[in-house]
C-alpha cells in the first residue's frame, strides 16, 4: 500500500506542476492591452474600486444617499434585482435544450449558462455591498432574526444553490479546458440531474424575489404592486432572459467569431428568431396577466396621471412594442428587427425593475431617493468586472466552439497548451 500510494505521488505532482504551468500561460492576455474598450471600463473599475475603500472605511452614508426610509438602492435595484431577470435566459435555455430536447439551441447553452452564472455570482457581490453590515449577509441563510418561514430564507437557499447548480453545469467546460477526461465524465454525467435542480431553483428564486414586495402594499404605487407580482416577475424572466441572450448572442459573433463553432455559426441566426417567437409569446402572456391584474385592481384610473404614462410606457412602448417586432422579425427573417426588439426588452425590464425597487417605491414621500455618481459607477464596475471575466473564460474556454453531444467532446484541450506554454 505504502508503495503504490508513493509511487502515485511522482506522477500527482507532475501533473499539478504543468497544469500550474498551464494556468499561468493562460493569464496572459490575448491580443491588445490598451485597447478603448479596456481602457474605459478599467478606469470605471478602478474608480469603483476607491468609492468600495471609502463605502467600507466610513459607511454607507459616505458615498450612497439610502437612508431607513429608503434602505434599498441601485445597487439591489439594479444589479441584483434587474440583473437576476437578465440571467433567467439560462434555466430558459437549458429547460429547451435538456427537458424539451430542442436540439437547435443546444450550441448556446454554454455560453448562457456561464452568463447566468456569472450574473449571480457578480451580483451576489452587489448585494453584499449595499449590507450595511456585510456579515448579516448569513442571517437569512441560517434563519436568524428571519426565521425559516421568510421570504428572504428561501431566497438566500434558491441563491445559493442555483450558483452551485450552475457551476456544475458549466463545469465540463473547465475539464475540458484543463484536459482532465476522467473528471469531465463525471461532471458530464452530473449535468441533467443539475439541470434540472437548477431549473426548479432558478423560477422559485425569481418568483420569489417578486414575493418580497407582497409585504411593501403601502409603499409602492398600486400599478406596481399586487398578489401576482411573484408570477409577473417570473413569466418576464423568461422573455427578458432570451432577449439577453438575443444581445449577447448578436455581440460575441461580432467579438467572438474566431472562437465560434461551425454549429452556431451556421445556426445562429435560425436560433435567434427561433428565440425571438418564444420570447413574444411569454411577452402576450405577460401583458395579458397585466391586463387583468390592473382590471382586478380598478387601477385604470390612474393611467390619467404621470404614473400612468409612466406604465403605458413600461407596458406599450418598451414591452408590446418588442413583441411586434419580434414576431415581424420572425415572419421575414429579419434578425435586425429581432435585435431591436430585444435591445427595446431589456430597458423595458430595467424599467419595470427599477420602478417596483426604486421609482415607484414609497412614491408618495416628500423626499425620494436618488442614487448618487459614486452608486452609479459601482454599479457600472460591477458589470464591467463581469464582462472582463466573461471574456477571460470565452476566450480559453471551449464555451462557443465545443461539440453538441457529449460523446463528441474532446477529451483534452491542456496538452496542447502545455506544449506551447
Same mark, same amino acid.
Given at each position: 500500500?505504502?508503495?503504490?500510494?508513493?509511487?502515485?505521488?511522482?506522477g500527482f505532482r507532475a501533473?499539478?506542476? @504543468?497544469? *500550474? @504551468?498551464?494556468?499561468?500561460?493562460?493569464?496572459?492576455?490575448?491580443?491588445?492591452?490598451?485597447?478603448?474598450?479596456?481602457?474605459?471600463?478599467?478606469?470605471?473599475?478602478?474608480?469603483?474600486?476607491?468609492?468600495?475603500?471609502?463605502?467600507?472605511?466610513?459607511?454607507?452614508?459616505?458615498?450612497?444617499?439610502?437612508?431607513?426610509?429608503?434602505?434599498?438602492?441601485?445597487?439591489?435595484?439594479?444589479?441584483?434585482?434587474?440583473?437576476?431577470?437578465?440571467?433567467?435566459?439560462? +434555466?430558459?435555455?437549458?429547460?429547451?435544450?435538456?427537458? &424539451?430536447?430542442?436540439?437547435?439551441?443546444?450550441?448556446?447553452?454554454?455560453?448562457?449558462?456561464?452568463?447566468?452564472?456569472?450574473? +449571480?455570482?457578480?451580483?451576489?457581490?452587489?448585494?453584499?455591498?449595499?449590507?450595511?453590515?456585510?456579515?448579516?449577509?448569513?442571517?437569512?441563510?441560517?434563519?436568524?432574526?428571519?426565521?425559516?418561514?421568510?421570504?428572504?430564507?428561501?431566497?438566500?437557499?434558491?441563491?445559493?444553490? +442555483?450558483?452551485?447548480?450552475?457551476?456544475?453545469?458549466?463545469?465540463?467546460?473547465?475539464?475540458?479546458?484543463?484536459?482532465?477526461?476522467?473528471?469531465?465524465?463525471?461532471?458530464?454525467? &452530473?449535468?441533467?440531474?443539475?439541470?434540472?435542480?437548477?431549473?426548479?431553483?432558478?423560477?422559485?428564486?425569481?418568483?420569489?424575489?417578486?414575493?418580497?414586495?407582497?409585504?411593501?402594499?403601502?409603499?409602492?404605487?398600486?400599478?406596481?404592486?399586487?398578489?401576482?407580482?411573484?408570477?409577473?416577475?417570473?413569466?418576464?424572466?423568461?422573455?427578458?432572459?432570451?432577449? &439577453?441572450?438575443?444581445?449577447?448572442?448578436? *455581440?460575441?459573433?461580432?467579438?467572438?467569431?474566431?472562437?465560434?463553432?461551425? /454549429?452556431?455559426?451556421?445556426?445562429?441566426?435560425?436560433?435567434?428568431?427561433?428565440?425571438?417567437?418564444? /420570447?413574444?409569446?411569454?411577452i402576450f402572456v405577460y401583458?395579458?396577466?397585466?391586463?387583468?391584474?390592473?382590471?382586478?385592481?380598478?387601477?385604470?384610473? +390612474?393611467?390619467?396621471?404621470?404614473?400612468?404614462?409612466?406604465?403605458?410606457?413600461?407596458?406599450?412602448?418598451?414591452?408590446?412594442?418588442?413583441?411586434?417586432?419580434?414576431?415581424?422579425?420572425?415572419?421575414?427573417?429579419?434578425?435586425?428587427?429581432?435585435?431591436?426588439?430585444?435591445?427595446?426588452?431589456?430597458?423595458?425590464?430595467?424599467?419595470?425593475?427599477?420602478?417596483?425597487?426604486?421609482?415607484?417605491?414609497?412614491?408618495?414621500?416628500?423626499?425620494?431617493?436618488?442614487?448618487?455618481?459614486?452608486?452609479?459607477?459601482?454599479?457600472?464596475?460591477?458589470?464591467?468586472?463581469?464582462?472582463?471575466?466573461?471574456?477571460?473564460?470565452?476566450?480559453? &474556454?471551449?464555451?462557443?466552439?465545443?461539440?453538441?453531444?457529449?460523446?463528441? /467532446?474532446?477529451?483534452?484541450?491542456?496538452?496542447?497548451?502545455?506544449?506551447? /506554454?
Open positions: 500500500m505504502d508503495a503504490t500510494i508513493t509511487a502515485a505521488r511522482p501533473e499539478a506542476i @504543468r497544469f *500550474l @504551468r498551464f494556468l499561468r500561460s493562460e493569464l496572459k492576455p490575448k491580443g491588445p492591452i490598451w485597447t478603448p474598450f479596456n481602457v474605459i471600463t478599467g478606469a470605471i473599475m478602478l474608480v469603483a474600486a476607491g468609492i468600495l475603500v471609502a463605502r467600507f472605511a466610513f459607511g454607507l452614508g459616505s458615498v450612497t444617499n439610502l437612508s431607513q426610509d429608503f434602505p434599498w438602492g441601485i445597487w439591489k435595484g439594479f444589479n441584483v434585482i434587474t440583473g437576476v431577470a437578465f440571467a433567467g435566459g439560462a +434555466y430558459v435555455v437549458c429547460f429547451m435544450v435538456y427537458i &424539451m430536447r430542442l436540439e437547435k439551441y443546444h450550441p448556446i447553452v454554454r455560453v448562457t449558462v456561464l452568463n447566468g452564472f456569472l450574473s +449571480y455570482t457578480f451580483y451576489a457581490i452587489a448585494l453584499v455591498l449595499e449590507l450595511g453590515k456585510p456579515w448579516n449577509i448569513l442571517n437569512p441563510i441560517l434563519g436568524n432574526s428571519f426565521g425559516v418561514s421568510s421570504v428572504l430564507f428561501l431566497i438566500a437557499w434558491h441563491f445559493l444553490l +442555483y450558483i452551485i447548480a450552475q457551476f456544475v453545469e458549466f463545469s465540463p467546460a473547465i475539464a475540458e479546458w484543463a484536459g482532465w477526461p476522467r473528471l469531465r465524465r463525471i461532471l458530464g454525467a &452530473m449535468t441533467l440531474g443539475a439541470v434540472v435542480f437548477g431549473i426548479c431553483l432558478s423560477m422559485l428564486h425569481q418568483s420569489g424575489l417578486g414575493a418580497l414586495y407582497l409585504m411593501a402594499r403601502d409603499k409602492v404605487h398600486p400599478l406596481w404592486w399586487n398578489e401576482f407580482i411573484p408570477i409577473l416577475f417570473l413569466v418576464s424572466s423568461v422573455f427578458a432572459g432570451l432577449s &439577453m441572450v438575443i444581445v449577447e448572442g448578436s *455581440l460575441s459573433r461580432r467579438v467572438f467569431r474566431d472562437r465560434m463553432g461551425r /454549429a452556431l455559426k451556421e445556426g445562429q441566426e435560425e436560433i435567434l428568431l427561433g428565440l425571438s417567437r418564444i /420570447a413574444a409569446g411569454a401583458l395579458t396577466l397585466q391586463v387583468l391584474v390592473q382590471t382586478h385592481q380598478h387601477n385604470w384610473g +390612474y393611467l390619467g396621471t404621470s404614473w400612468g404614462g409612466l406604465w403605458l410606457f413600461e407596458v406599450g412602448g418598451l414591452t408590446l412594442l418588442p413583441a411586434l417586432a419580434f414576431l415581424y422579425g420572425y415572419r421575414r427573417r429579419n434578425v435586425r428587427w429581432v435585435r431591436a426588439g430585444a435591445i427595446a426588452v431589456l430597458a423595458g425590464i430595467v424599467l419595470n425593475r427599477l420602478d417596483v425597487s426604486i421609482i415607484a417605491y414609497r412614491w408618495d414621500a416628500p423626499v425620494h431617493y436618488v442614487p448618487t455618481w459614486m452608486e452609479v459607477v459601482v454599479a457600472v464596475g460591477v458589470i464591467c468586472a463581469q464582462i472582463w471575466v466573461f471574456r477571460w473564460v470565452v476566450n480559453r &474556454m471551449p464555451v462557443l466552439d465545443f461539440a453538441m453531444h457529449e460523446h463528441e /467532446a474532446e477529451p483534452a484541450r491542456r496538452p496542447r497548451a502545455v506544449a506551447a /506554454a
